[in-house]
């Protein structure tokens, strides 16, 4: 079964400080990973993306690593800023269709604090 | 920020009432979606379409209904809203690009629905 899981589910930091989100997937074949930031209430909106051939993307302080022999993923925060607060989504797509098939984790909510 | 817009962004509604949730992009996309999510809870799609006149029913059973007729225009409805309903839509678009590798999904802002 095609999954996505994304840990820790929650995490608390101090502002200015760097964390790190994981991911782990079992979806096959595999296209690519996106991590996506959504606010609250507000809808995702792409952070990064990672063909199987990337294990590396930033995107100002937020920089994504893949290792597609593992399976894993990491989004990685540096300096964090309260504007970070928010839910992490991993999503990975497969290429056993034309429509790409997206496999959404649960999310890590993040919460900077002053 | 992406040119995709929802309405309305929050209703309540009792049981039994026909409802319609709006979304348009002005990015002329040709593929359009529509995804629920419970707090805490991934995604799930519910309702997708390639282009006008197509639609197709997503993973998770619903028992909404979409329609495409415009290229910006996907609305959904709800003939007859329960409370195992209230939950927050969200709906995307993408472009079709000859390598589908790099198409990225465009979200809408969400409505939040309760139905009583």
């Known amino acids: 079964k095609n999954q996505v899981e994304q840990s820790p589910q929650s995490l608390i930091i101090l502002e200015g400080k760097n964390c790190t989100l994981q991911?782990?997937?079992?979806?096959?074949?595999?296209?690519?990973l996106r991590w996506y930031k959504q606010d609250t209430g507000r809808g995702p909106v792409s952070l990064t993306i990672?063909?199987?051939?990337?294990n590396t993307k930033s995107n100002g302080r937020y920089t994504a690593t893949l290792d597609a022999d593992t399976k894993q993923s990491s989004l990685h925060i540096t300096a964090s800023q309260l504007s970070d607060s928010a839910s992490y989504i991993c999503?990975?797509?497969?290429?056993?269709?034309?429509?790409?098939?997206?496999?959404f984790g649960r999310g890590t909510q993040l919460t900077v604090w002053p | 920020e992406a040119d995709i817009y929802q309405t309305p962004r929050y209703l309540v509604i009792g049981t039994g009432k026909k409802i319609t949730l709006e979304c348009s992009q002005t990015m002329g996309h040709d593929k359009m979606y529509w995804y629920q999510q419970d707090p805490g809870m991934e995604l799930h799609l519910i309702h997708y379409?390639?282009?006008?006149?197509?639609?197709e029913k997503g993973d998770l059973s619903s028992e909404s209904t979409v329609s495409r007729i415009r290229t910006e225009h996907f609305p959904l409805t709800l003939e007859s809203a329960r409370p195992s309903h209230t939950s927050q839509y969200l709906c995307?678009?993408?472009?079709?690009?000859?390598?589908?590798?790099?198409?990225?999904?465009?979200f809408g802002p969400g409505t939040r629905l309760l139905v009583l």
């Open positions: 991911c782990n997937y079992t979806v096959s074949p595999f296209s690519n």
């Open positions: 999503v990975v797509s497969d290429r056993g269709s034309t429509l790409g098939r997206l496999y």
């Open positions: 995307a678009s993408s472009e079709s690009e000859r390598e589908a590798l790099s198409e990225t999904q465009y």
């Open positions: 990672m063909t199987f051939s990337e």
């Open positions: 379409s390639y282009g006008v006149n197509s639609t």
